[in-house]
C-alpha cells in the first residue's frame, strides 16, 4: 500500500510518496515537537495544529511547517537523536496528524521509534552526509515529490537517489502489516465471536452453574 490519499497509515506499508520538508538540529526532543500543555488533551485530534507549536511561536511564521511550500508533504527529514526527551506518544500521534508518512534522519530516540511503529510510521536512518546532501535537496526544491520504497530501503526523486536503513524487524512488521494491531483484531472479528460465544463468563455464567 502506498500511502498517499488516506487519513492515517493501515495495514501493511510498502512505500510512502509525497513532498518532503527538512527540519535541521540534532536532540529535537519530545517536549520541542508537543510542548506537555498540550497533553491535558481528550483526543489526539488537535495536535496536529500544536506540533512544534513553541518554536513556531518564536519563529513568527517562518518554522518550516508554517511555510506553505511545505504543507501537504508527508515525509520528514531530521538530524540525529530525534525525538529524545520523554516518553510521550503525543510527539508522533501530532507528527501524523499534520501530516507525516515517514520520517528520515540520522537516528532517532528508541521509545519515540516505537510509537512511531506502532502508528504505521517508518523512521529510516542514514549517516550524516546523506542526511545533510539529502536536506540540501529537499530545501532546493520543497515542491518535487520523492517516494521511499521500505522493500528496497531507497529514497528517490528527481534530484537523485538515497540509500537508507530500517531495522529488519520494525521494516517486516510494516511490509506485513503486523504493526496495525487494530486491523489485525478487526479482520479476525468472526473468529473473535466464535470464541466470544464459548466463554461462559461472557454467556450466562451464573445461569450455567443451575
Known amino acids: 500500500m502506498t500511502i498517499e490519499a488516506i487519513p492515517f497509515p493501515h495495514g501493511p506499508i510498502d512505500q510512502v510518496r509525497g513532498r518532503a520538508v527538512m527540519l535541521r538540529g540534532d536532540d529535537i526532543d519530545t517536549d520541542r515537537i508537543i510542548p506537555a500543555r498540550f497533553l491535558k488533551c481528550v483526543s489526539f485530534e488537535a495536535l496536529g495544529d500544536q506540533v512544534f507549536e513553541d518554536d513556531r511561536l518564536e519563529l513568527g511564521g517562518s518554522h518550516p511547517f508554517d511555510l506553505k511550500v511545505h504543507q501537504g508533504a508527508s515525509i520528514l527529514v531530521v538530524n540525529d ?34 510509537n512511531c511503529l506502532a502508528l504505521g510510521i517508518p523512521c529510516a536512518t542514514a549517516a550524516f552526509a546523506q542526511i545533510d546532501a539529502l536536506q540540501q535537496a529537499v530545501a532546493a526544491d520543497p515542491s518535487q515529490s520523492w517516494g521511499f520504497n521500505l522493500q528496497a530501503q531507497q529514497l528517490t526523486s528527481a534530484a537523485g537517489s538515497w540509500d537508507l536503513h530500517i531495522e529488519s524487524g520494525p521494516r517486516e512488521m510494516l511490509l506485513s502489516g503486523r504493526w496495525d494491531a487494530t486491523s489485525q483484531l478487526v479482520a479476525q472479528d468472526a473468529a473473535l465471536k466464535r470464541t466470544m460465544a464459548d466463554l461462559p463468563y461472557l454467556n450466562d455464567f451464573v445461569a450455567s452453574l443451575h
Not at 501530532?94 to 530516540?109: C, E, K, P, T
Open 81 to 114: 537523536n530525534f525525538g529524545c526527551g520523554s516518553s510521550r506518544e503525543h510527539a508522533p500521534q501530532a507528527l501524523m496528524r499534520w501530516g507525516v508518512r515517514a520520517l528520515i534522519g540520522q537516528s532517532f530516540a528508541e521509545i519515540f521509534y516505537g
